[in-house]
């Protein structure tokens, strides 16, 4: 064992270590009441994930990093064109959900208006499998 505190790994060292899974732990948020409440972990934190990214607004903060949140903010008050903003928001969903590793795909959207409000069901293909989501625009 060499005393400095650089450690030549060996090839074994190497591809024992890729072969390793990052966690997917991470804190409980609840989006009703904005408090943290306990941990969830792999399918559980991938939704939250999704969830998460799709209501912060890319570029606004500066502890994300450019590739986290979601452009759909910009669509706010522009319901005059809707084949537009049908044609937009799946590519903004997409776009924001696409950098996680644990996302495959997502694909198979459907956007409806309802009254006021703009709702998009989609699928997200994980490496946990395959789950059915639904945003409010």
Not at 59 to 66: E, F, G, N, Q, T
């Given at each position: 064992m060499a005393l400095s505190p650089i450690q030549v790994l060996t090839q074994q060292d190497q591809t024992e270590d890729s072969a390793i899974a990052s966690p997917s732990k991470t804190y409980a948020f609840d989006f009703n009441t904005g408090e943290i409440k306990g941990f969830v972990?792999?399918?559980e934190a991938l939704k939250q994930y999704i969830r998460k990214a799709l209501v912060t607004p890319r570029?606004?903060?500066?502890?994300?990093?450019?590739q986290?949140?979601?452009?759909?903010?910009?669509?706010?008050?522009?319901?005059?064109?809707?084949?537009?903003?049908?044609?937009?928001?799946?590519?903004?969903?997409?776009?924001a959900l696409i950098y996680d590793d644990r996302?495959?795909?997502?694909?198979?959207?459907?956007?409806?208006?309802?009254i006021d409000d703009l709702f998009a069901t989609f699928t997200v293909?994980?490496?946990y499998g395959t789950l059915e989501?639904?945003?409010n625009i």
């Open positions: 972990e792999d399918v570029l606004r903060y500066l502890i994300y990093s450019d986290y949140g979601s452009e759909l903010e910009s669509l706010i008050g522009s319901y005059d064109s809707q084949p537009l903003i049908y044609a937009e928001v799946p590519r903004l969903i997409k776009d996302i495959i795909d997502v694909y198979d959207f459907q956007v409806e208006a309802r293909e994980s490496i989501q639904e945003v």
